[in-house]
C-alpha cells in the first residue's frame, strides 16, 4: 500500500506520471476492476400477470430471489469500491482543478473526463515544451 503515498498531486504539466501512479495504486489496493466493470444493473422485478397461478407466481418470486440478492451484493461491492477510487482521485489533484471538472457518478467516467481535459490540449502541450 505504499504506493499510494507515492501519487503526485495533479497539477495540470503531470498528467502522464500521475495517471501511471493512479492506476499502480489502484492495482495495489484491489480496486482496480472498478474502472472496467460497469456499475451493476438491477434485474427487472417480476410482475404477475392476471392469468398466472399461485404456483407460477411464487416459481417467479422464487426465481428472482437470486438475482435479487446477488445484484445487492455486487452493487454494494462496486458502490464501496467506485467510493473509494473517487475519493482518491479528488484527493490527489490540485483543488482548482477538481472544481473545473464537472461531477460524475462512476470513477471511470471521472478519469475520462480528467483526461479530456489534460489530453490534447494545447496548453498541456506548450507546458511540456517549455518544461
Same mark, same amino acid.
Given at each position: 500500500?505504499?504506493?499510494?503515498? *507515492?501519487?503526485?498531486?495533479?497539477?495540470?504539466?503531470?498528467?502522464?506520471?500521475?495517471?501511471?501512479?493512479?492506476?499502480?495504486?489502484?492495482?495495489?489496493?484491489?480496486?482496480?476492476?472498478?474502472? +472496467?466493470?460497469?456499475?451493476?444493473?438491477?434485474?427487472? +422485478?417480476?410482475?404477475?400477470?392476471?392469468? *398466472?397461478?399461485? %404456483?407460477?407466481?411464487?416459481?417467479?418470486?422464487?426465481?428472482? %430471489?437470486?438475482?435479487?440478492?446477488?445484484? *445487492?451484493?455486487?452493487?454494494?461491492?462496486?458502490?464501496?469500491?467506485?467510493?473509494?477510487?473517487?475519493?482518491?482521485?479528488?484527493? +490527489?489533484?490540485?483543488? %482548482?482543478?477538481?472544481?473545473?471538472?464537472?461531477?460524475? *457518478?462512476?470513477?471511470?467516467?471521472?478519469?475520462?473526463?480528467?483526461?479530456?481535459?489534460?489530453?490534447?490540449?494545447?496548453?498541456?502541450?506548450? +507546458?511540456?515544451?517549455?518544461?
Amino acid at each position: 500500500m505504499t504506493c499510494i503515498k *507515492d501519487v503526485p498531486t495533479l497539477k495540470g504539466d503531470n498528467y502522464g506520471e500521475w495517471r501511471k501512479k493512479v492506476d499502480i495504486a489502484f492495482i495495489c489496493a484491489e480496486v482496480d476492476w472498478v474502472l +472496467t466493470r460497469p456499475k451493476p444493473k438491477e434485474p427487472p +422485478t417480476p410482475a404477475r400477470a392476471k392469468e *398466472d397461478s399461485d %404456483a407460477e407466481w411464487q416459481k417467479k418470486e422464487r426465481d428472482y %430471489a437470486p438475482l435479487k440478492m446477488s445484484y *445487492d451484493l455486487e452493487s454494494k461491492k462496486w458502490g464501496n469500491a467506485n467510493k473509494k477510487c473517487m475519493a482518491f482521485l479528488k484527493n +490527489t489533484i490540485e483543488p %482548482a482543478i477538481v472544481g473545473s471538472i464537472a461531477e460524475c *457518478d462512476s470513477a471511470k467516467g471521472y478519469l475520462e473526463r480528467i483526461q479530456s481535459h489534460f489530453t490534447g490540449s494545447s496548453k498541456t502541450y506548450a +507546458t511540456m515544451l517549455i518544461k
